[in-house]
């Protein structure tokens, strides 16, 4: 979660094809999403292993410090396994 990250969400919105383009070039990368917050944002990342999500942490790190202006501090990262998953009837799992 990124707490008091003023500009994060509209800097990757403005820039999703870049964003999209690096997260899909990763192997083990299988699904991402964030959420605008009133202080900032939060993302869920699936990964195929626990090294697939350290890597996209990493590679998320570079591109906010490349392209974000000000001082973004780094989000707090929660970890778990995915144990249940509900999508709605007619979406590919």
């Known amino acids: 979660m990124y707490a008091n990250a003023p500009g994060l969400v509209d800097a990757i919105v403005a820039h999703e094809d870049e964003v999209r383009a690096l997260l899909r070039g990763l192997t083990r ?3 991402w999403g964030l959420v605008r917050t009133e202080a900032g944002a939060y ?3 699936v990964c195929e292993d626990k090294a697939g999500c350290d890597e996209t ?3 998320a790190a570079d591109w906010v410090k490349a392209n974000v202006p ?4 780094p ?3 929660t970890e778990g396994e995915t144990v249940l998953r509900i999508v709605a009837e007619g979406i590919p799992a």
Do not use: E, K, L, Q
């Open 29 to 31: 990368f299988r699904s």
């Open 43 to 45: 993302s869920i990342t």
């Open 57 to 59: 942490v990493r590679i």
């Open 70 to 73: 000000g001082d973004i501090a």
């Open 75 to 77: 989000p707090t990262i």
